[in-house]
């Protein structure tokens, strides 16, 4: 079984900071992408950020210039550090990783359980 936590959510005025963290843990041979996504009320999830193994980058529009997805291979951990909040940043926010769970297995999607941004005076 392959296990992913979140943590780092909170209320936060406009312009503040945040950073997210989601650790995998479980039975893992390797990950490659990991990735943050979002879903605001009455909205479909979005994609946010992504991270290869290799080191490739991808932000959504909304969020360049202002997110930083980075990522701890020995600790299987990817961090989201995010700047210059405003209030439609205001969302759940799920982690994804793509998963091996050994050399012979296929790569499947796993999901964390989501944690709260909200931005708001």
């Known amino acids: 079984q392959v296990q992913l936590v979140e943590s780092g959510g909170g209320l936060v005025q406009p312009g503040g900071s945040l950073r997210l963290s989601c650790a995998a843990s479980?039975?893992?041979?390797?990950?490659?992408?990991m990735g943050w996504y979002r879903q605001a009320p009455g909205k479909e999830r979005e994609l946010v950020a992504t991270i290869t193994n290799g080191g490739s980058i991808n932000y959504a529009d909304s969020v360049k210039g202002r997110f930083t997805i980075s990522r701890d291979n020995a600790k299987n951990t990817v961090y989201l550090q995010m700047n210059s909040l405003k209030p439609e940043d205001t969302a759940v926010y799920y982690c994804k990783f793509g998963v091996r769970r050994t050399r012979w297995s296929a790569e499947l999607p796993y999901w964390g359980q989501g944690t709260q941004v909200t931005v708001s005076s």
């Open positions: 479980g039975s893992i041979f390797s990950i490659n992408a």
